[in-house]
C-alpha cells in the first residue's frame, strides 16, 4: 500500500532513506535544508554532496519548503542530527499532519536534558509516545543507497505502529525487524557512536584487532549496564540494534565516528578534525550526555569517560588508553 511519507532532513541518511521508502513503492518528499540541494536533486536527480554517484529515483520529490514536504503526509520521518532536532520541530510544529506517525533517524542523547530522540519527539510536540518510532541498526548510508543487503530495526511501543512503518520501508535489499524496547534501540544507536570514537583512535594510533575487539566488546558491556538501570531488554543488544550495529560502527571506514576517532588517534586536533569531517559525528555531540545520563543512574562507563576526556577535555588518545589500561582489575560482568 503505497504511503505518503515526508523526510526531513536530506543529509546522507535521509537521501538513502528516501531512495528505500521510494523503492517501497511509496511517494516521498524530502526536505532539505538548502535551497541549492533540492534543486540538485530536481535536476540531476543526485546529491552529491553527501551520496555523490547515486542516482535517486523519480518518487523522490526535493523541496526546500518544509510545510510542502509535510503536506499530507501519513509517516513523518526525521532524518536530522540529534542536537538539532528539538529546534527543527519547533520550526516544524505547525505543519505537522494530525495523526501521522514519526520515525527517527537520530541516533544520540540530547546535550543538557540527556534525553533521547524519542523523548525529544514526544516533549516537543506533547504527541503519545505509541506514535513515535526509531530506525537503528546496521545501515551505513552508502552501501544502503547502492542497494546492498541490509537489515534494521523499527522501535515502536505501538505493535500496529511498528507494522506499520515495516511495511512503508520493507524493499527487497531493506529488510526491517520489529522491536518494542524503544529504550534500548535507541541507546544501542547512540552509545555505539561513542564506542567507534574510541575504536577510531585506537585505529589511528596503529593499535591491533585485540584492542579493537576489546574496546567493542566492553563498549557493548558499558551499553548494556545502561540500558538495564534504564529498563531495556537485555536481548535487544545481542541484536541489530545492539551488536549489529556496534559492529558497523567501529569496523567500517565509511562509519563517521570510527573515522573522526581515526583521525584524532593520528594526532589530528579536535577543531581541524570537525573541518575535515563535513558530516555530523554523532558520538561527538552526545558523548557526554551519553556520560551524564549513566552517572545519574550509578552506571560505570569507563570508555565513554576516557572519549569524553579527549572530545570534551583536551585529553590525549594516548592518555586516554592508558587511563583505561591503569583501572583496577576486576570480574568480567
Not at 78 to 103: I, K
Not at 275 to 286: K, Y
Request: with cysteine; aromatic share 4%.
Amino acid at each position: 500500500m503505497t504511503s505518503s511519507v515526508a523526510v526531513l532532513g536530506a543529509g546522507s541518511w535521509g537521501t538513502a532513506f528516501s531512495q528505500v521508502l521510494a523503492d517501497a513503492g511509496n511517494d516521498v518528499r524530502l526536505w532539505a535544508r538548502r535551497s541549492s540541494a533540492a534543486e540538485e536533486i530536481r535536476s540531476s536527480r543526485q546529491n552529491a554532496a553527501y551520496l555523490p554517484g547515486i542516482h535517486l529515483p523519480e518518487a523522490v520529490r526535493a523541496t526546500a519548503d518544509a510545510r510542502e514536504a509535510l503536506d499530507g503526509a501519513e509517516v513523518v520521518v526525521l532524518a536530522v542530527p540529534s542536537q538539532t532536532l528539538r529546534a527543527n520541530l519547533a520550526a516544524w510544529a505547525p505543519d505537522l499532519p494530525a495523526g501521522a506517525a514519526f520515525l527517527s533517524l537520530a541516533k544520540g542523547i540530547e546535550s543538557g536534558s540527556c534525553l533521547r530522540m524519542s523523548e525529544v519527539v514526544t516533549q516537543s510536540l506533547a504527541v503519545a509516545e505509541e506514535r513515535v518510532a526509531v530506525l537503528t541498526g546496521p545501515n551505513l548510508a552508502r552501501e544502503i543507497a547502492e542497494r546492498q543487503p541490509a537489515a534494521a530495526v523499527i522501535g515502536a511501543r505501538d505493535e500496529e505502529v511498528g507494522r506499520r512503518l515495516q511495511e512503508v520501508c520493507a524493499t527487497a535489499y531493506f529488510r526491517p525487524y520489529t522491536n518494542p524496547d524503544v529504550v534500548g534501540c535507541e541507546l544501542g544507536g547512540a552509545v555505539k557512536n561513542v564506542i567507534a570514537l574510541a575504536v577510531g583512535m585506537a585505529v589511528g594510533m596503529g593499535l591491533g584487532d585485540n584492542a579493537k575487539a576489546s574496546l567493542v566488546t566492553r563498549g557493548l558491556a558499558e551499553t548494556a549496564r545502561l540500558g538495564a538501570a534504564l529498563g531495556a531488554d537485555p536481548l535487544t543488544f545481542a541484536g541489530l540494534a545492539g551488536l549489529g550495529d556496534l559492529v558497523a560502527t567501529c569496523f567500517s571506514p565509511l562509519s563517521r565516528n570510527r573515522s573522526f576517532g581515526e583521525r584524532l588517534g593520528r594526532g589530528v586536533p579536535l577543531e581541524e578534525t570537525k573541518a575535515l569531517i563535513h558530516q555530523t559525528a554523532e558520538g561527538v555531540g552526545s558523548a557526554e550526555s551519553v556520560l551524564e545520563l549513566a552517572r545519574s543512574h550509578g552506571v560505570d562507563m569507563p570508555i565513554t569517560e576516557q572519549v569524553v576526556r579527549v572530545v570534551r577535555e583536551g585529553a590525549s588518545p594516548r592518555e586516554a588508553v592508558e587511563a583505561f589500561m591503569a583501572r583496577s582489575t576486576k570480574p568480567e560482568r
